[in-house]
DNA sequence: CGATAGATTGATCACCTTCAACTGCCGTGG
DNA sequence: CCACGGCAGTTGAAGGTGATCAATCTATCG
């Protein structure tokens, strides 16, 4: 048994690496077993069901988080989904073993709270950009918070490395996915965005974010 | 020094508590002081703004939560403010004296991960909240989310037990005042919600959930 | 190669914002 | 203590934004 964990790499480093397939489900909420995830490579997204079975995206997690962190800590009503949107690579830990290791070691429980609260702060920012009222509004800043958290630079461009498709922006925007498809268009008409290899390339995000602030704005020409 | 705390009541136990009047800032993005505090009494609202100047309500904070937990854990960009909205007690520590006391202690420390965890427990129901696309759905699920967080039982009623404004609830779900007057009228007029003493009363919870479903539903009457 | 999911495009119309005018409420200062 | 100012709430009317529906097209995967 390892007690030098320093990271949280080093914490799952025993653990064997699972391999899941793009678009599998690896945490429902009728789910009994109780393990901790960490993601190694890939990409996860969280989300919830309405009544219609409309996906209600939350994060997309990636290398170096883990999950699912409230059904661990706090006993709650499970509604929330994980689910693969890369061909990814996941180790597990018993919930017991996790918390035996965490409670012992102020060291690793130290870095794991900040951890967790890197993934508080992804969620309030997502909170923080659905609270736009206009459509163009929540698009470009989810945009502009993907490139954030996923981006890449290219000289002067980002290279979104996440894998989206326009109805994960809908689902996650709460926006139709035929006035994504509009408003996507629109942005690459004035030349803000393109494509390239499947990802979605910010062209010029100074003129991106100006174009947030005008479009929240009644008095624009 | 007190070093046998065991939960955050204990932790702050030796602050002095300051009180802070209805509707003052305690926390602006541009503060350069870096202390956390702990909320004795009454209630604090967290929010950023858009460039207009629109508020764009978090969450409400309420006794036994500490704050601001992002920019106390990790370097960030400062744009959220904390307000109280009632007259209130709160408790501050220096920053530094407050890492110090729980990296040297894992018992507190998961105390206070676990404190965190709820935390963002609270912003994830909000995130998701705001993903129904039709504004009277996420105003009954904001007035549920309420009565779960704040909401005092009364026989078979419920008390929402938090100042909260109209103004309030259109800044936390990304719709017009006078778009919240009227839906709330509507739910007042269906019997499933009323006022007592300047507090929203939730007059039949199950009505009010089934209401929820069906407003989502397309195919309904 | 067929099946399934995502994307595109156009037309229609409902929902909700906006604007405006008015009322009510509360805290502050003279 | 009252008057005032400002913010919150109400109500109505009008117009725009974005949802919905439908038809077609494309891409991906077994």
Chains 1, 2 share one sequence.
Do not use: C, W
């Amino acid at each position: 048994m390892k007690n030098t964990s320093k990271n949280l790499a080093d914490l799952f480093s025993e653990q064997h690496p699972r391999s899941y397939k793009k678009g599998q489900i690896i945490i429902r909420p009728d789910d009994t077993s109780n393990g901790i995830f960490y993601l190694e490579k890939g990409h996860v997204k969280s989300y919830s069901l309405t009544e219609q079975g409309e996906q209600k995206n939350h994060i997309i997690y990636k290398t170096g988080d883990i999950f699912p962190l409230i059904r661990s800590f706090i006993p709650t009503n499970r509604s929330v989904f994980f689910e693969t949107i890369d061909n990814s690579t996941l180790k597990m830990m018993e919930k017991e073993y996790f918390f035996t290791t965490i409670k012992a070691d102020a060291q690793i429980l130290f870095e794991i709270t900040k951890k967790i609260i890197e993934i508080m702060k992804t969620h309030i920012e997502r909170l923080d950009g659905l609270e736009y009222t206009k459509a163009n509004s929540r698009i470009i800043d989810y945009l502009l918070f993907l490139a954030d958290h996923f981006g890449k630079r290219k000289g002067k461009k980002i290279l979104i490395e996440v894998p989206i498709t326009h109805k994960d922006i809908a689902d996650s925007t709460a926006i139709s996915r035929e006035t994504v498809s509009r408003e996507i268009e629109e942005l690459k008409r004035k030349k803000l965005i393109g494509d390239k290899n499947k990802y979605i390339l910010i062209k010029n995000i100074k003129k991106l974010e100006r174009e947030l602030k005008l479009q929240s704005d009644p008095k624009r020409l």
